[in-house]
């Protein structure tokens, strides 16, 4: 690990001026290319206290060994340099989209004397017309199929060209109308040029005048009693507008622009393209990538328009192209994009109307790609193996931790304290095994003694259990006495039901902590992890290890260490401890609205022993509202099915003791909404401000 002070430039040296930069490992290999507005500026900010840089930056200066520059005159030069290095060095820190599979394109070979149509993947070539990409090769051949009949352009190998024109005679689509044969001579090379012309006009969306043109020629032919020619016409208008049917209509002012959305986490982006021609979507593709430097959305979008218009130029790029951020700054970008085109390129986000509902239909495409992927990698066995056992590696496990239970807490300001404990085995969810605690030592706003707690009264139920099998020889410890543990009232329950194929108890009911962790992995930083390794250590358990993932950097902590272990941004170990810290929190935050809402809609019934539900809606009903239930006489209550007259006591003298509640007011229509009716707002403006 090199100390950056080591190739730090001297003072004055970097120029105050646009320019690339690119930092070398000590094997003289480029490991990141960025560009800056004043390279001044931008190269400072990587020599500074390396506690002060993000974790990934961190590990690239320290990775590097060197640094050096090129200046340019404007930021468009320094954008276009920045992309030639990247393609040349592929750098190891710079972010870069791959696609995840090789997409069909519609390719038109006009560098050839006789252009064809064909079916192309991969790299493109100079001279070539791509139209695309496709989601399926199939979808290629069955636009092709309805266009040769309009535009019979040659779709053969060199091979089968070559050999049809050594014997004179075309090949089979050549006698059914589908190719014009340049092979025999039927079409002069200019002819049939000018017909794979006109098939690439109306695929790049020119494609209304095209067929008003057909149309006016049936009519004429019509008129001209050719009715065959008009009937040929009217199958050609028919196949055209087949063909278009099989691209939908998205923008009814019939433009063409190229729609990025993205969706990302803390490890992975997915990005989303829907290429649209004419109004209509022509193409869509998609990538994702490890996020392996510090980048944001707005530079998320930069690289992938680079990646996307890099190569192309022309009407390759499109007059507009809207995004979900823009970058920072726009101009140059907006600039490069306007060069590459040959004219103005429009680059917005787009604010409402067709196109922003078209964006929130990408957005939602990139959104399950990167749910797709995460489930891929998840399903991969190889990929949970390697997972673990980098997780072993970095916390010093004797074994991999076959099982990983994960502890959250969860609150809104205070009130409704929470915790959640989800189980993984084998890098794999257990629902069945999942659990959920309320925190009943203390009130208030304290993750670090919740944290305690949670972990404590997990683990002596465990030594508990433990005793039970005989599997617990020794004298428990004090902690473990079962007056000490979880009650019925609070005992944790599952999401999924009583389901375990786990030990049971007497009864055949299943063991609620049988089993325990090899590891105990907790939301939070070194105080959390402070806590739940105290809270082991009390119950003298020393034989399950404990970390924390900080969710700001995504920094794992270990008890009694003083810095944090910082796992590679592609590590599988780091993405396996991720989706469990997110998985405990989704379940903590899941039972703290249901908790809350439950709370907020008890009135001074549900407080009354032995009235149920059913009761308490019959009672309802009956009256109109508490306010009448409670100025109610004994016998009255009485006369409602169901109620006896003990029972009709127990209310009167329940609602008697219960104050009255102040009127709440819907603050919209100013209207008093009685009796302890919770206003649907009072929940939703709270949610944005829970834990």
Not at 370 to 376: E, V
Not at 472 to 477: G, L, R, V, Y
Not at 524 to 538: C, D, F, I, M, Y
Request: glycine share 6%; with cysteine.
């Amino acid at each position: 690990m090199a100390d950056p002070s080591s190739y730090r430039p001297k003072p004055g040296q970097i120029p105050d001026s646009p320019g690339v930069y690119r930092f070398r490992d000590e094997y003289r290999r480029v490991i990141y290319v960025g560009k800056a507005k004043s390279l001044r500026q931008r190269l400072s900010s990587y020599f500074q206290d390396l506690a002060n840089l993000h974790p990934r930056t961190r590990t690239m200066v320290t990775t590097a060994a060197s640094v050096e520059w090129t200046v340019v005159n404007t930021e468009v030069e320094a954008l276009q340099l920045e992309y030639t290095w990247i393609k040349e060095y592929d750098p190891r820190f710079n972010v870069k989209y791959r696609d995840d599979k090789s997409y069909p394109y519609l390719a038109v070979t006009l560098d050839e004397e006789f252009p064809r149509v064909r079916v192309m993947r991969g790299a493109k070539k100079k001279g070539v017309r791509y139209f695309g990409p496709y989601g399926q090769a199939w979808a290629i051949r069955e636009t092709v199929d309805l266009m040769l009949r309009v535009f019979p352009v040659r779709t053969c190998s060199a091979g089968v060209f070559k050999r049809s024109a050594q014997i004179g005679r075309p090949c089979l689509l050549g006698y059914i109308g589908k190719c014009s044969a340049p092979c025999v001579g039927r079409v002069s090379p200019e002819e049939h040029r000018e017909l794979a012309e006109e098939f690439c006009d109306f695929m790049a969306g020119r494609t209304g005048a095209y067929i008003r043109r057909l149309e006016r020629s049936m009519q004429e032919a019509a008129e001209e009693m050719e009715y065959e020619r008009a009937a040929r016409l009217r199958d050609d208008i028919d196949a055209l507008k087949r063909a278009m049917e099989k691209s939908a209509v998205v923008l009814a002012d019939a433009t063409d622009a190229d729609l990025i959305a993205l969706a990302e986490d803390e490890l992975e982006a997915a990005v989303q393209i829907f290429h649209v021609r004419g109004g209509r979507v022509r193409g869509q593709r998609g990538w994702v990538t490890d996020k392996v430097e510090n980048v944001d959305t707005a530079a998320l979008v930069e690289h992938a328009l680079q990646q996307l218009y890099g190569e192309e130029s022309g009407d390759a790029v499109p007059k507009e192209v809207l995004v979900p951020a823009l970058p920072d700054p726009v101009e140059p970008v907006q600039q490069w994009l306007t060069e590459r085109r040959g004219s103005n390129v429009s680059l917005r986000i787009p604010q409402r109307g067709d196109k922003k509902d078209l964006m929130a239909t990408v957005q939602r495409n990139a959104q399950q790609a990167l749910a797709l992927h995460k489930t891929k990698r998840a399903s991969d066995l190889t990929t949970r193996s390697r997972a673990l056992e980098e997780i072993a590696q970095a916390l010093g496990l004797d074994s991999v931790p076959l099982r990983i239970e994960c502890f959250d807490i969860s609150h809104l300001q205070g009130d409704d304290v929470v915790a959640s404990m989800v189980v993984f085995e084998d890098g794999l969810a257990r629902k069945s095994e999942y659990r959920r605690f309320q925190i009943k030592t203390f009130e208030g706003q304290d993750d670090v003694r919740a944290m305690h707690e949670v972990i404590g009264r997990r683990f002596r139920r465990y030594l508990q259990e433990k005793q039970q099998t005989g599997e617990w020889d020794e004298e428990a410890p004090a902690g473990a006495d079962a007056q000490t543990a979880d009650g019925p009232a609070t005992a944790p329950v599952t999401e999924d039901g009583p389901v375990s194929t786990g030990p049971t108890d007497d009864d055949g009911r299943p063991k609620r902590f049988a089993y325990p962790p090899q590891l105990v992995v907790v939301d939070g930083g070194r105080p959390q992890v402070a806590a739940a390794q105290r809270a082991l250590s009390e119950l003298g358990i020393d034989d399950v290890a404990v970390c924390g993932l900080a969710k700001r950097l995504e920094e794992v902590w270990l008890p009694d260490d003083d810095d944090p272990v910082v796992l590679p941004r592609s590590s599988e170990g780091l993405y396996l401890l991720q989706r469990v810290r997110d998985e405990a929190h989704r379940f903590a935050i899941a039972y703290q609205r249901n908790k809350r809402g439950k709370r907020l809609k008890a009135g001074p019934l549900d407080s009354v022993p032995g009235l149920g539900e059913s009761r308490r809606q019959a009672l309802l009903k009956h009256f109109g509202s508490v306010k009448r239930l409670r100025a109610a006489r004994i016998e009255d209550i009485c006369e409602v099915p169901g109620i006896g007259r003990k029972t009709a006591e127990t209310i009167a003298a329940a609602l008697a003791g219960a104050a009255p509640a102040a009127p709440a007011v819907n603050t919209a229509t100013g209207e008093i909404i009685e009796d302890d009716v919770t206003p649907p707002a009072a929940l939703s403006s709270e949610r944005g401000q829970e834990r």
